[in-house]
């Protein structure tokens, strides 16, 4: 199966950085986008940031200026940068991989098994 896997999530206080990591199989990286979805107990799992197999992103508004998503192309791995976080940024953030149109609406096949972020107040 091709399923990408999330790692670097933690506790980090109130203002404080993260760097979440996903890592997918090299073919499904070359060829697919790569998006970010986070799901806070009792909401739905909703939108983050997604980045293009050319470089284009995508951030839901609440994150941008905040937030940065990048891609290594070598480690076959995204990014997601995360700065000045808030106890509202709490939640698990989920990994996900398929074609744009599908990563920004979430119709995709392969989910990471979610990382914990929590943000101390």
């Known amino acids: 199966q091709v399923q990408p896997v999330e790692s670097g999530g933690g506790l980090v206080q109130d203002g404080g950085s993260l760097r979440l990591s996903c890592v997918t199989s090299g073919g499904s990286f070359r060829v697919n986008a790569i998006g970010w979805y986070r799901q806070a107990p009792g909401k739905q799992r909703d939108f983050v940031a997604a980045?293009?197999?050319?470089?284009?992103?995508s951030y839901t508004d609440s994150v941008k200026g905040r937030f940065t998503i990048s891609r290594n192309n070598a480690k076959n791995t995204v990014y997601l940068q995360m700065s000045n976080l808030s106890p509202d940024d709490t939640a698990v953030y989920y990994c996900t991989v398929g074609l744009w149109a599908a990563v920004l609406s979430g119709q995709t096949d392969y989910w990471g098994q979610g990382t914990q972020v929590t943000v101390s107040s």
């Open positions: 980045i293009g197999v050319s470089g284009r992103t």
